[in-house]
């Protein structure tokens, strides 16, 4: 008889064809999580970003420190803030090379050229890939001519770049790399080394494995669309687990609303339920309220989501 589901099966968007699987929908419905394929990102351009910012967190702690929570940067998260096993360089667009470079010149002395050329390229084919994705996922939430109309409202998105390092110990223990939570954004584009590790939290609570699939991106919904979409797509928690001592590395680049958008379900995207989950909110005014969060319970959201934040049943007050 076979053995509990471990492994979540996701539909594959190939990205350079014009039509979408049919699964597609059902699956940001259920998960919030699928695949893309022929995106366009050569496994050479992720190894030159992975070997060359391993360079970057090799330094040591006292250096990356002058770009931590207290600097004026604030691009780095050192270990314990997160787990004691995550450390994460931010890379913000659309100049990700500028962005690139102000850090390395920190930890660096001097700016890692090398570093910057292969981030902004990877950055510039993230926004573009975003922009064609949440194409597709606008003619699933609008039919035919609709979608045209849907897409003014990520005219002013933007995106950010995340170099995630995980570091276990060699343990026979499942340690957690990346604790429960749910993501700031629109949609997240999601490369994960051969590790593995990402996990997807299901209705029952359970946890279900979403693997490194052929070189295929991982794609989640993040809680800006859940919320725009009127609960249409999900936006999952989720988690990395880390099993043995090998080193993982991963690039989640966060596509999201500009700060002043005020998030509110058009009427084209009510559907079937005619009535509005989530009150109208400022983007920055829901990113305030998590990193409040974080602030007081530290980095899991639960409790801490959208749904608590603006959801018309939920209780707005959080002391
Ligand atoms: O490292 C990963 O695979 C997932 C990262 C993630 O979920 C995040 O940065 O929000
Ligand atoms: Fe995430």
Known sequence: MAGPQTCLQLPVLDISEPLA?????QACQDWGFFYISNHGISLDLIARISSLSKNLFNVPSSSKQLLGPNSTLKTYTPH????????????????????AMSSSSVLLGEPELALCEVLQEYGTKMVQLSKRIM?????????????????????????YLRINNYTAPNNQEENEGLGIHTDMSCITILHQNEIGG??????????????PNEGNLVINIGDLLQAWSNGRFKS???????????????????WCFEDEKVIYAPDKVLG???????????????????????????YESIGWTVMDFAGIQASKTKN
Not at 202 to 208: I, R
Not at 237 to 247: A, C, D, I, Q, T
Not at 285 to 295: G, T
């Open 236 to 254: 999952s928690h989720h988690r990395v687990v880390l099993r043995g001592s090998n080193p993982r590395l991963s690039l989640a680049f966060f």
């Open 135 to 159: 194409e597709v996922l606008l003619r699933c939430l609008g039919d035919g001519l609709d979608y045209e109309h849907l897409q003014h409202d990520f005219q002013n998105s933007h995106g």
């Open 21 to 25: 699987p049919p699964s597609l929908s």
């Open 80 to 99: 314990f803030i997160v787990s004691p096993f995550f450390e994460s360089l931010r890379v913000w667009g659309p100049d990700f090379a500028a962005s």
């Open 198 to 211: 990402l996990q997807v939290r299901c209705k029952e609570g359970n946890w279900l494995d979403i693997s």
């Open 272 to 298: 079937e339920r005619n009535f509005r989950l989530y009150r109208p909110f400022l983007c920055k005014d829901y990113l305030r309220f998590r990193e409040e969060a974080s602030d007081k319970v530290g």
